[in-house]
């Protein structure tokens, strides 16, 4: 364990902090994944049945993970930082 | 109780410490002592100037001692050279082998040879230490304390002269300790009094001191009552909460603070009529506490206030632009409270007070060790308030590994813990720290290091995203189920 004075110095030398995602952005992504999340969902509904379910899954997932996204983005823009 | 001290003395030290210190009588002699005590309410600051003169070459390690109840109500422990700004390093020796003292050995910047001479400063900040008499005040009364404290500066060293001076922060002092039948080390008067200052002594050739034979002969005890119009503040608990969130690139400090005016209790009932009356003629009660101004740092927003009722909304916040990382600054965003009712004495007020900041003036990110680095500050300080006990809670990302946390002073305890808030799976890892009688010397800064890769910025979404598939699944499953009634 350093000492104190070494981690000060080492503290305010380091580069500051950046999100991967600049945290202005936030809102506007949180907008497009979501309503991408909604449309999708909506387009899953209107798939009709097969054997081997591969347009459905792949709708699904996709939907899951943009909409898995836009929530975190969603979270952020309105100030419960998660 | 806590102190606050660079220990950077070696083991080594420690080593020559042993015989060093039960013969300290012998390297040092004190020329002079004066001991200055600013009196106050919650707090009292005490500075100490020792004229010291080395007995022989070498002499390096000054012993300081701190009689039993001097030791338990010292909350800040400094000592410097006369003129200089840098911290000398303490050490604690223990309780003193001839009891009645704790004994502390400063290290001295340079070794002084025989009849050298240094001037220390020793700065030390008393809690707990005063209390209001007559303990009951009605409304409109004034608000007295009581101060007590032993007369003689105790040291492991002969002194050849020392005096105490006791400054109040008004000039109407009710009494102090007159020491009629005191004639011991000084011929003229034994107390003199200037003004809104009490002086005892100069005390001439006084023996080593620190020992109990010295203590239950020589030592007197020295009480002052002296006016004071402001409330004396109390924080009996403190708990903060620093939250980092990498995704929002936010740190979100809470602080729940349980006030007490620990004053002179409300004598009868709070009149609200003679309340307002004396707010509208300019002489307010001077032991209440209408409201509390307290910087928080700059670049904050979303400030909250609210207590066990609701939304506080008679508070204002003025912000000040953010500060970059590491810069120190005398920016401050000032935020005025006003609590619900006005503290009279003996009352208490629960609040939680809250703020989100940008991340980037706390954290840092060094690429050698792949790890973040955060300053979280351990407290915003109340004027005039002592912190009787405080918790800090540091609420690392979800994943964070390699967890390393330096605080400025050493904690009571700390523990490591799990802290599960919204979207979780595993949980964020929190460091606990625990001290007590904190004042506005210990607002430090507590680094964290801890590793924090991209993996662990992905376990949101894709908890997010498995919860949406459980839908999709739903769905799924509903689309081949036929419920027609055939």
Known sequence: MADYASIQALHKASPAFSPYIPVGLLPYLAFLLLSSTFALAFYFSTLPKQTLPVREAAVASLASVLGGFGVVALFCSVGVYV | MLKSWRCCLSLFLLGVLGPGVVSAGHSFENTAIVR???????????????????????????????????????????????????VLSLEEFGYSPDGGAYLYTVELPN????????????ETVQTHVTYPWPDQAAQSDGQSLKYETDLLVLSPYHTAVQR????????????????????????ESPVTKSGATITYGPYYNIPPSSNKDFIAEKQKH????????????????????????????????????????????????????EHQSSQYYGRPSPQM???????????????????????????????????????????????????????????NYSFTLGWDS???????????????????????????????????????????????????????????STHVTYLDTIGRPAITLHYKDLTY??????????????????????????????????????KRVDIRIK
């Not at chain 2, 002092?173 to 011991?184: A, C, E, N, V």
């Not at chain 2, 004027?383 to 946390?405: F, M, S």
């Not at chain 2, 507590?446 to 949406?468: D, H």
């Open chain 2, 36 to 86: 200055t005590v600013e009196l106050g309410g919650s707090l009292v600051h005490v500075t100490t100037t020792y004229a010291v003169k080395a007995l022989e070459d070498g002499s390096r390690l000054y012993t300081l001692a701190l009689a039993d109840s001097e030791h338990e109500k010292t909350s800040w422990l400094e000592a410097k050279i006369k003129g200089e700004a840098a």
């Open chain 2, 111 to 122: 070794a002084l040879k025989a009849n050298g001479t240094a001037n220390l400063v020793v």
């Open chain 2, 164 to 187: 105490t001076k006791i400054r109040s922060p008004l000039p109407q002092i009710h009494s102090y300790t007159t020491l009629d039948d005191f004639d011991d080390f000084t011929t």
């Open chain 2, 222 to 273: 020295v009480i002052v009552h002296y006016a004071y119009d402001n409330p004396m503040l109390e924080v009996l608990s403190l708990k903060r909460t620093a939250e980092i969130s990498h995704w929002g690139a936010n740190l979100n400090i809470e602080d729940k603070v349980h006030l007490q005016n620990s004053g002179a209790k409300l004598k009868g009932h709070f009149s609200r009529l």
């Open chain 2, 289 to 347: 506490l209408p409201a509390l101004t307290l910087h928080l740092p700059a670049g904050i927003h979303s400030a909250y206030f609210y207590d066990l009722v609701g939304n506080v909304s008679t508070s204002h916040l003025r912000v000040a632009p953010s500060v970059p990382k590491g810069v120190q600054s005398n920016l401050n965003s000032v935020m005025e409270l006003r609590p619900r009712y006005p503290l009279m004495g003996g009352w």
């Open chain 2, 358 to 416: 940008p991340l980037r003036d706390y954290a840092g990110w060094d690429k050698q060790t792949g790890k973040y680095i955060v300053g979280v500050p351990l407290m915003t300080i109340i004027n005039g308030a002592v912190v009787n006990d405080a918790e800090i809670k540091i609420i690392l990302p979800e994943g964070a590994t390699d967890i390393d946390y330096s605080p400025p002073f050493p904690s009571l305890h700390s523990n490591l």
């Open chain 2, 441 to 478: 010397n210990h607002a430090g800064t507590i680094y964290v290091t801890y590793k924090a890769p991209f993996s662990t910025l992905l376990r949101k979404p894709m908890a997010v995203a498995a919860a949406f598939i459980s839908l999709f699944l739903v769905g799924f499953a509903a």
